[in-house]
Nanobody
Framework: QVQLVESGGGLVQAGGSLRLDCAAS????????MGWFRQAPGNNREFVAA???????FYADSLKGRFTISRDNAKNTVYLQMNSLKPEDTAMYYC????????????????WGQGTQVTVSS
C-alpha cells in the first residue's frame, strides 16, 4: 500500500515557476514508478511526466523542456519542477504510483494522491 500526498500548488503569474512535491508512505516507494498527471475542468486527465524506479524519465511532448520530474528515495518524495508556466498549465495536478510500465496511461496507476491546484494567471 502506498499513500501519496501532493503539495506545492498555488497561484503564479505566467512565466513563473512552481515545484510540486509528492510525499509517499511505505517502505517500498523506491520500487515504484511514479507519474504526474493533470486535469483541467471539463478535460480528461492528462499525462505530464513519469520517472521509473531506475531513473528513466518520460514527458508529455508538449511539456518537454519546461517541466522536470525527479525523486529522492531517501525522503520518499517525487518532485515536479515547472518553469515558464503558461495559463494553459492551470489544472489540478496529481501524482501516482505504479509497478507497471505503461507510464503514460492513467489507468495503469494503482495509487493516487488527492491533487494540488495550480493556477497560472496571464
Amino acid at each position: 500500500q502506498v499513500q501519496l500526498v501532493e503539495s506545492g500548488g498555488g497561484l503564479v503569474q505566467a512565466g513563473g515557476s512552481l515545484r510540486l512535491d509528492c510525499a509517499a508512505s511505505g517502505r517500498t516507494f523506491s520500487y515504484y514508478n511514479m507519474g504526474w498527471f493533470r486535469q483541467a475542468p471539463g478535460n480528461n486527465r492528462e499525462f505530464v511526466a513519469a520517472l521509473t524506479w531506475s531513473g528513466s524519465t518520460f514527458y508529455a511532448d508538449s511539456l518537454k523542456g519546461r517541466f522536470t520530474i525527479s525523486r529522492d528515495n531517501a525522503k520518499n518524495t517525487v518532485y515536479l519542477q515547472m518553469n515558464s508556466l503558461k495559463p494553459e498549465d492551470t489544472a489540478m495536478y496529481y501524482c501516482a504510483a505504479t509497478r507497471t510500465v505503461n507510464l503514460r496511461r492513467h489507468d495503469a496507476y494503482d495509487y493516487w494522491g488527492q491533487g494540488t491546484q495550480v493556477t497560472v494567471s496571464s
